[in-house]
Nanobody, 125 residues
Framework: QVRLAESGGGLVQAGDSLRLSCAAS????????LGWFRQPPGQERKFVAA????????YISDSVKGRFTISRDSAKNTVYLQMSRLKSEDTAVYYC??????????????????WGQGTQVIVSS
């Protein structure tokens, strides 16, 4: 069974750092790109970052560029979102996703094929 399992969310202070992890299980998506979306309270889900299956290609939203980085451990099929200098507007449910498209195409429809359950990040100002 293919599954994405996020971890690492929590309550932090503005200016803090936090790292989210997402482990992908199941061979069907072993060569897929992995990435992150987020959904702030009362808003639509939006693209954050994505990384190709071999880690050689990344794409990060302008809204978080310079503060967030995405990386991947292909051996573990796990993707990480390192978030730094967090702001209150980063408060959201963060969803891991998997898809076979190039990361640069992730902000566009259609949405990724597979989604995790989400992990809550709350940034207190």
């Amino acid at each position: 069974q293919v599954r994405l399992a996020e971890s690492g969310g929590g309550l932090v202070q503005a200016g803090d750092s936090l790292r989210l992890s997402c482990a992908a299980s199941g061979s069907a998506f072993s060569r897929s790109a992995l990435g992150w979306f987020r959904q702030p309270p009362g808003q639509e889900r939006k693209f954050v970052a994505a990384i190709s299956w071999n880690g050689g290609n990344t794409y990060i939203s302008d809204s978080v560029k310079g503060r967030f980085t995405i990386s991947r451990d292909s051996a573990k099929n796990t993707v990480y979102l390192q978030m730094s200098r967090l702001k209150s507007e980063d408060t959201a449910v963060y969803y891991c996703a998997a898809d076979f498209r190039n990361p640069v195409d992730w902000p566009s429809l259609p949405p990724p094929l597979l989604w995790g359950q989400g992990t809550q990040v709350i940034v207190s100002s």
